[in-house]
């Protein structure tokens, strides 16, 4: 155990002591490159900077949305095939969306096949969406049971 504290303790050092090496001068280049503005800045300025002023300068690409593209809503992998207010939604399932988009269920209820119901006394969809009670049963507090 001891043995595996030195261990990673070493790893940190090393990890810690690698970028600090690299980052000093050699021998042979200056410390402090002096430039009185008349001279070629390419020379004093790393290729990288020039790279990264071109990435950082580009458009950024937005998201594909669903108002601009509707067909990305019937893709592998979507929420749902219905688009209501840039999001693919399904309208027969979503609590926010149930059966339009826009119509939200109240906090007790949950959208089963568009429709808004209470799960925890409706006998059709007794603690889940077509969960019936049987016949002569009730739906108390989402679980059937004979009264």
């Known amino acids: ?20 090496l690299s980052a ?14 008349d001279g070629d800045r390419s020379q004093a300025e790393p290729t990288s900077v020039g790279i990264m002023s071109r990435i950082l300068a580009q458009k950024p690409r937005g998201m594909m949305t669903c108002n601009k593209y509707p067909r990305v809503c019937r893709a592998a992998g979507s929420p749902g095939p219905d688009c209501c207010k840039r999001k693919c939604v399904n ?3 979503d609590r926010f969306n149930c059966g339009k988009c826009g119509k939200k269920c109240k906090y007790s209820e949950i959208c089963c096949k568009g429709k808004c119901v209470n799960p925890m006394s409706n006998r ?8 019936r009670c049987t016949k002569g049963s009730k739906c108390l507090y989402g679980m059937c049971s004979y009264a």
């Open 1 to 20: 155990m001891k043995a595996l504290h030195i261990f990673i303790l070493f790893a940190l050092l090393m990890a810690l002591a690698i970028p600090n």
């Open 124 to 131: 059709l969809h007794c603690g889940d969406c077509y969960n």
């Open 91 to 93: 309208v027969m399932w």
């Open 24 to 37: 000093t001068p050699s021998g042979d280049e200056p410390l402090f490159v002096e430039n009185d503005g």
